[in-house]
């Protein structure tokens, strides 16, 4: 079984502060995808890089692949009320029936007002 | 915008029920997924299907069937309700975009079961 592991597991910050969310594996992946979850709610995909090296914006949100395509970052500036959620990561493969994506636990990020 | 949408968001039931989950996509999708998600664990995944009529365990099938009758439609059943079957249920389609998978997610139905 492949495995993504996120950290940190939960993150409470203030409104305004910085914050970087990590996503790693021993495993390569094809491509790698970033979901906000808020409560009560399914995941909603965020943005899917496929890349290695690969670095996208989305306004305040920066996602980074990793060069050797093991790992992910998630970095959020001046964070708001509004990113509150549970972030999760999940790595796809390649190749012929490949359906699945492996996720991992999910950070869950509290902004403070 | 791809929807998938789950007919239940809220469910109540007793144990022994038979329970019937429903998620439709509009999408074409061929492929749809089954999951479970419950704190610390992550999501864990049930069942997919590749196709209609096709259908594979995922990590953790045990108490669970599934229908896909349609391209569409996929159904997610439990036999006989337990109380440890009490969970967030979230379906998903997905497609092949470029090499990557992209999962589509329905908003989930949190299932009781007392």
């Known amino acids: 079984t492949q495995l993504l592991e996120q950290s940190p597991q939960f993150l409470s910050i203030q409104e305004g502060e910085n914050l970087t969310v990590y996503c790693n594996s021993s495993?390569?992946?094809?491509?790698l995808q970033w979901y906000r979850q808020e409560p009560g709610e399914g995941p909603v995909l965020l943005v899917t890089?496929?890349?290695?090296?690969e670095v996208k914006k989305l306004k305040r949100l920066t996602f980074q692949f990793g060069d050797a395509r093991k790992d992910s970052s998630l970095h959020i500036t001046a964070a708001q009320p509004g990113d509150t959620g549970l972030y999760l990561c999940?790595?796809?493969?390649?190749?012929?029936?490949?359906?699945?994506?492996?996720f991992g636990k999910g950070t869950k990020l509290s902004v403070i007002p | 915008d791809v929807k998938v949408t789950q007919s239940s968001r809220y469910l109540v039931k007793r144990t022994g029920e038979k329970v019937f989950l429903e998620c439709v996509q509009d999408?074409?999708?061929?492929?749809m997924f089954w999951y479970r998600q419950d704190p610390g664990l992550g999501l864990r995944l049930i069942y997919f299907?590749?196709?209609?009529?096709?259908?594979e365990k995922g990590d953790i099938p045990e108490g669970y069937s599934v229908s896909r009758e349609k391209k569409e439609r996929f159904s997610l059943i439990l036999e006989s309700a337990s109380t440890n079957q009490t969970s967030m249920y979230l379906c998903?389609?997905?497609?092949?975009?470029?090499?990557?998978?992209?999962?589509?997610f329905g908003a989930g139905t949190r299932l009781s079961v007392l």
């Open positions: 999408m074409d999708h061929e492929n």
């Open positions: 999940a790595g796809g493969y390649s190749g012929a029936g490949s359906y699945q994506l492996t």
């Open positions: 998903a389609s997905s497609f092949r975009r470029g090499g990557s998978t992209i999962q589509y």
């Open positions: 890089v496929v890349t290695g090296g």
């Open positions: 299907s590749y196709d209609v009529k096709m259908k």
């Open positions: 495993s390569v992946f094809s491509s």
